[in-house]
């Protein structure tokens, strides 16, 4: 994995399909710009339905292409959910994987995230697994607890996978710094990424890894989240709808 720093655009389902469209359409030569700075990867992941038509606009542009979330299972009768296989078909190369709003609202469980990172690494998406401590954990100091209650089955099932090739991503978003109106601190998210580095590291991956910051990232607290140790990319969520937003953010660099 190079060592560019990842901006991922989760773009939710903020916008329709046309929406989404006309957004792309509308700055994408700036997009690509962004995406093609040395030291900037973008990867936007609109909604399921966009991801054919997006795949086409951005094809050859540098711009990379992410699943909000993918089924826990290779394929099967499963009403309403998309498989790993086919997201790689639609030319995805990165996938979330149990962002707190699927876990929160679809009921996703530890043990089924990690069947998602299992599908991913094997149809060669790199996963991007969301781990993070709701706020009773957060006010009650339990956050590790938490992380590594959502970490361990992730990490089991990297070891198995016999796809050795394909990297990991962990992104740290605390689920009460999502769509919130301030981002976490640098000291919190600075203790929870070396413990995190710490937990992977004796974990024996055996793959490169990324560690990313999620929630309320903005043009105004993304210089200071960037000086944070551990830190290789962010999940934004509402900054990457205003492209203005997400051109300053990333030109923080
Ligand atoms: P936010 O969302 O940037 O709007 O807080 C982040 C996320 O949910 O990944």
Redesign the pocket.
Known sequence: MDDKFLYIA?W?MSLTLNESLNYLSSFYDPFVALAAHETTKLIIAPSTEGLFPIAQVIKDSGIELAGQCCASHERGSLTGQTSALSLRELGCTYCIAG???RRRLAGETDTAVAKQVSCLLSNDIIPIACVGEDDAAYQNKTTLNSLENQLSPIVEVVQQSSNKRTPLCIAY?PHW????DKAANNDHIDSVLAWISTYLEKSSLGRPYRLIY????TSQNGARLKEIKHISGF?????SLDFQELEKIVHYN
């Open positions: 989760n939710k962002h707190s709003e978003e710094a999502i769509g919130a999620g929630g309320s990232v999940l934004i969520g509402r900054a």
